[in-house]
Each structure stands twice: as structure tokens, then as C-alpha cells.
């Protein structure tokens, strides 16, 4: 299956994301940039700077291209802006995708994703805990910067992650037998206005033992590697399509 989808991975955009996994990584484990207590950049040392080109340039660009292919990929609305609809719309298509598939999320689950999307990722990560109601429109350089300095809180960052992984899986896992399958996964992109051609490549990025199946574990693994590594390729790299070039 991997050869069979590597050209996809060739043909990504400005040739950013690539297929190879990562030699001897294990799903049980964080790839070695993870491990190591690196930063995505060393707010500490900027003297309470919150300047947005100073924050931009200490950020590595294969970084910010991952940065901004979520940007893109989650502006619902294409404005080129992130505001809290935006966060409002996607807590709006994972529980319409829910209810379609014949599930009913409970209150406390329809909370859960509020909380986690509305309360932690908009309000905290992309706004910055800075005006953030409806009116405030976040660009890509102010969005890149908000959430590299909150990624820098390392523990709380990756509690987030395993937080909203926790939610997205649980979504796209949709007949609940713990692992997702590439038509779960390219239904799920669909979903966000990917072109169904990239999932076999997104997918791919994810399956770490090459199992044809996603699971929980290599899910989170995933979603951490492409937030906390400055790596832009190997393990979940191109968990969201090709990436899109800073």
C-alpha cells in the first residue's frame, strides 16, 4: 500500500510533505524531537516581546508551513481569517457527522468538543485569551504566534493534544471498533473540504506499522509529532493533506 501512494506524497504541494516514516520509530514512543525537551521557540528568551515578526522568525519555517496548513484547512469559512465561528463550525460538522452516522452525542460529549475547541483551542491557543468574542479576526502570522507561545507551556500543550485527538478519534472511528480505516479517514477529511485524492497520503502518514488501520495510539503519537516536532516530514506529518509551504 505505501508504494502504492507514495507518488501522492511526491506530488504534495511546493514538495514540503514526504512519505518516509521516521527509521525505527515505535508507536509506543515519541519520535526523538518530541522526547528531548525542545521548544518550538524560546519565548523566554525574547524579554517579554510579544512582537509578531520577532516571534515569526524564531520560529523554523517547517514548522509554521504545518501551522499554516491547519490555518487553512480549518477556515471554514475561507476568509482567510480565524475567528470563533470558525471554532463554533467545527464543533457544528463533528456532531452534524455524528448525528448523520446514527449517533446521538450526549450533552456531556456535545460539552466536551465546546469546551475543547471554543474554551481551550480558540479562546487560549489561537486568540491568545485576548478579546475573544465574535468580533476578533486572528491572521495567519498572529494565529502562528499564539499558538507557538502556547506551545511552549510543554505539558499543558500536549495535554491538549491528547485531548482533542481523543475527540477527533472517537469521531472518525465512527462504528467504534478502536481503529480508523482509510474510508473513515477520508470521510472525516471530506468533511473539512480536503480533496478526497490526499487521503490515501494523510492516511498513510499516520498507519506507523503499516497495518492498514490507524490506531488510538499511533492517533495521538500523530497529532503530537505534527504540533511538537519541527520535523515536516515522517510520523503524521501530512496528517492533514499536503502541507502547505510557508
Not at 99 to 120: A, M, W, Y
Amino acid at each position: 500500500m505505501y508504494s502504492r501512494y507514495k507518488k501522492q506524497f511526491q506530488d504534495a504541494r511546493d514538495g514540503l510533505c514526504k512519505p518516509e516514516k521516521i527509521k525505527g520509530f515505535k508507536i509506543n514512543e515519541k519520535p526523538s524531537s518530541i522526547r528531548e525537551n525542545t521548544r518550538i521557540t524560546d519565548i523566554s528568551a525574547m524579554s517579554g516581546s510579544t512582537n509578531v515578526n520577532n516571534v515569526l522568525d524564531k520560529v523554523p519555517a517547517t514548522w509554521k508551513s504545518k501551522a499554516k496548513t491547519f490555518f487553512f484547512r480549518f477556515d471554514t469559512d475561507g476568509d482567510g481569517l480565524h475567528t470563533r465561528r470558525d471554532y463554533e463550525e467545527i464543533v457544528n460538522r463533528l456532531t452534524g457527522y455524528l448525528k448523520k452516522s446514527g449517533s446521538n452525542p450526549s450533552d456531556d460529549r456535545l460539552q466536551g468538543l465546546k469546551h475543547t475547541f471554543i474554551d481551550v483551542v480558540w479562546s487560549e491557543f489561537v486568540a491568545g485569551n485576548h478579546d475573544t468574542g465574535s468580533n476578533r479576526k486572528v491572521t495567519l502570522q498572529e494565529f502562528t504566534t499564539n499558538v507557538a507561545k502556547k506551545l511552549d507551556e510543554r505539558e499543558y500543550a500536549e495535554a491538549v493534544c491528547k485531548a482533542i485527538s481523543t475527540h477527533y478519534f472517537d469521531i472518525i472511528d465512527i462504528n467504534s471498533d478502536g481503529s480508523i480505516s482509510l474510508k473513515e479517514y477520508g470521510d472525516f477529511m471530506e468533511l473539512f473540504g480536503v480533496d478526497p485524492k490526499h487521503a490515501p497520503g494523510a492516511f498513510e502518514s499516520l498507519d506507523a506499522d503499516c497495518n492498514n488501520e490507524i490506531s488510538r495510539e499511533e492517533f495521538f503519537n500523530a497529532m503530537q509529532n505534527f504540533w511538537l516536532s519541527m520535523d515536516d516530514t515522517g510520523f503524521g506529518a501530512c496528517m492533514l493533506g499536503p502541507l502547505i509551504k510557508w
